[in-house]
């Protein structure tokens, strides 16, 4: 860069200043002196140099602004995050301590059930009794209600627990006479089964004791409390051997194991009664065991045909909206034509600028960016109107569903109700006895 204005330096005699400067007023030349000065800038140059300072200062006045302000809004962003995190954590803790004393209680009571269910077995005794009158009655009903059931439809024809009975309930009734041999080993094998499931609800008790005084402790910790320290690493180091589905399932396992354990108490405590009494306690037993199975089912239909119309309501409800949805995504798109036709219109006119005027400026960027967000904006609009249409088929393929399986659930309701009806009726102990 060089200066506009170049200035020459004029040499001039020592005895020519009194002769030019009779008045005594400043040389207009340069003495002598200043010879070796050869150049200066011009006010236009002074005037641009202040501006571009001026420009600068600016834009790092602004840049500063702009940091501090973000600084600070990081800074609040960072402990509300702070913040939330140990909520959450703490919510977590108390959730999880819930969870644990929910297990807890599940576990004493399954225990208590179980030491009651084990005393009770091993104070069982065995008795057999015969008796082959009158069980044509009952084995035509259960044959009758095995026959109507078979008239369910699709995927209510399940092997449940009521056919199961059913089908039970026909065995003893055609072998009733049959002798149960070796009742005391079966009883043996089965307090042996209750006691391993009883160490197992005892060892699960404990370790949920402690986990729970383990968690219970780190829920109550604060941020001034004394006992806090800095544990380098500690969250690389994964000790777990569980997750909490696992987890929950191990106490569930063990619940089922021994709610089976005395499952299989019941039944042999039923069947040694039997033994020891008659066959037709075993015969009510069975009946009473079906009826509720029976009850069970009837209620778990009417449950589940009920939720199968609460949920035709919803997506009824929702099949609505993703109508309205679909609605206001194609008015979204008719309304982002026009801004489009005016921003290509903007550029189709700007192209018919003359010569040097063709210049890609500023408002040449916003408008050809401004046309691909509109345009990047239509597609991601249509795509959704098209995921909404198929959506909308989707909720009407689901209500069809939820209509067929409702007509189902009413079938299966009406048959179960009709099988109950014929089982009002069962031959009384004396006649079943023999007499």
Same mark, same amino acid.
């Given at each position: 860069?060089?200066?506009?204005?170049?200035?020459?330096?004029?040499?001039?005699?020592?005895?020519?200043?009194?002769?030019?400067?009779?008045?005594?007023?400043?040389?207009?030349?340069?003495?002598?002196?200043?010879?070796?000065?050869?150049?200066?800038?011009?006010?236009?140059?002074?005037?641009?140099?202040? &501006?571009?300072? @001026?420009?600068?200062?600016?834009?790092?006045?602004?840049?500063?602004?702009?940091?501090?302000?973000?600084?600070?809004?990081?800074?609040?962003?960072?402990?509300?995050?702070?913040?939330?995190?140990?909520?959450?954590?703490?919510?977590?803790?108390?959730?999880?301590?819930?969870?644990?004393?929910?297990?807890?209680?599940?576990?004493?009571?399954?225990?208590?059930? *179980?030491?009651?269910?084990?005393? #009770?077995?091993?104070?069982?005794?065995?008795?057999?009794?015969? #008796?082959?009158?009158?069980?044509?009655?009952? *084995?035509?009903?259960?044959?009758?209600?095995?026959?109507?059931?078979?008239?369910?439809?699709?995927?209510?024809?399940?092997?449940?627990?009521?056919?199961?009975?059913?089908?039970?309930?026909?065995?003893?009734?055609?072998?009733?006479?049959?002798?149960?041999?070796?009742?005391?080993?079966?009883?043996?094998?089965?307090?042996?089964?209750?006691?391993?499931?009883?160490?197992?609800?005892?060892?699960?008790?404990?370790?949920?004791?402690?986990?729970?005084?383990?968690?219970?402790?780190?829920?109550?910790?604060?941020?001034?409390?004394?006992?806090?320290?800095?544990?380098?690493?500690?969250?690389?180091?994964?000790?777990?051997?569980?997750?909490?589905?696992?987890?929950?399932?191990?106490?569930?396992?063990?619940?089922?194991?021994?709610?089976?354990?005395?499952?299989?108490?019941? %039944?042999?405590?039923?069947?040694?009664?039997?033994?020891?009494?008659?066959?037709?306690?075993? &015969?009510?037993?069975?009946?009473?065991?079906?009826?509720? #199975?029976?009850?069970?089912?009837?209620?778990?239909?009417?449950?589940?045909?009920?939720?199968?119309?609460?949920?035709?309501?919803?997506?009824?409800?929702?099949?609505?909206?993703?109508?309205?949805?679909?609605?206001? @995504?194609?008015?979204?798109?008719?309304?982002?034509?026009?801004?489009?036709?005016? #921003?290509?219109?903007?550029?189709?006119?700007?192209?018919?600028?003359?010569?040097?005027?063709?210049?890609?400026?500023?408002?040449?960027?916003?408008?050809?960016?401004?046309?691909?967000?509109?345009?990047?904006?239509?597609?991601?609009? %249509?795509?959704?109107?098209?995921?909404?249409?198929?959506?909308?088929? &989707?909720?009407?393929?689901?209500?069809?569903?939820?209509?067929?399986?409702?007509?189902?659930?009413?079938?299966?309701?009406?048959?179960?109700?009709?099988? &109950?009806?014929?089982?009002?009726?069962?031959?009384?102990?004396?006649?079943?006895?023999?007499?």
């Amino acid at each position: 860069w060089r200066p506009n204005l170049l200035h020459k330096v004029v040499s001039v005699p020592p005895s020519s200043d009194k002769q030019f400067n009779p008045t005594g007023r400043p040389p207009t030349i340069l003495p002598a002196s200043r010879s070796t000065l050869h150049a200066r800038y011009s006010t236009r140059d002074w005037h641009h140099a202040n &501006m571009v300072q @001026l420009k600068g200062s600016e834009a790092s006045r602004y840049s500063a602004g702009r940091l501090n302000a973000d600084s600070m809004r990081l800074i609040q962003d960072k402990d509300q995050l702070t913040y939330q995190m140990q909520e959450d954590s703490r919510r977590n803790l108390g959730e999880r301590i819930s969870n644990i004393d929910f297990w807890r209680s599940e576990l004493v009571y399954e225990l208590e059930c *179980l030491l009651k269910e084990t005393q #009770a077995l091993e104070t069982a005794k065995k008795r057999l009794e015969c #008796a082959a009158d009158e069980m044509q009655g009952p *084995l035509k009903v259960a044959l009758e209600c095995l026959y109507h059931r078979e008239k369910r439809k699709g995927i209510d024809l399940v092997h449940d627990d009521v056919e199961k009975n059913l089908i039970k309930e026909v065995d003893v009734f055609k072998d009733c006479q049959e002798i149960l041999t070796k009742l005391a080993q079966k009883i043996s094998k089965q307090l042996g089964i209750n006691r391993d499931a009883q160490h197992a609800l005892e060892q699960d008790l404990s370790d949920k004791n402690s986990a729970h005084f383990i968690d219970e402790k780190c829920f109550n910790l604060r941020n001034t409390s004394d006992s806090i320290n800095f544990y380098h690493g500690v969250e690389k180091a994964d000790g777990t051997v569980s997750v909490p589905a696992t987890w929950a399932k191990f106490s569930e396992d063990n619940i089922r194991c021994s709610q089976h354990a005395r499952a299989n108490s019941v %039944k042999l405590r039923e069947e040694a009664e039997v033994g020891l009494e008659s066959t037709s306690e075993e &015969m009510w037993n069975h009946f009473i065991s079906t009826n509720l #199975a029976f009850n069970n089912r009837i209620a778990e239909v009417a449950d589940a045909k009920n939720k199968l119309q609460a949920q035709l309501a919803k997506i009824l409800q929702e099949i609505f909206q993703t109508e309205d949805t679909i609605m206001l @995504l194609e008015r979204s798109i008719k309304a982002k034509e026009y801004p489009l036709k005016v #921003a290509q219109t903007r550029l189709e006119g700007r192209t018919k600028r003359p010569n040097i005027e063709l210049c890609r400026d500023t408002p040449q960027f916003q408008l050809v960016t401004e046309v691909y967000t509109i345009d990047d904006t239509l597609h991601t609009l %249509k795509r959704r109107l098209q995921e909404a249409r198929d959506t909308l088929q &989707m909720l009407i393929l689901n209500k069809s569903n939820l209509e067929q399986e409702i007509s189902v659930k009413a079938n299966s309701f009406f048959i179960d109700k009709k099988c &109950m009806d014929m089982r009002k009726v069962f031959p009384s102990t004396p006649r079943l006895i023999g007499y």
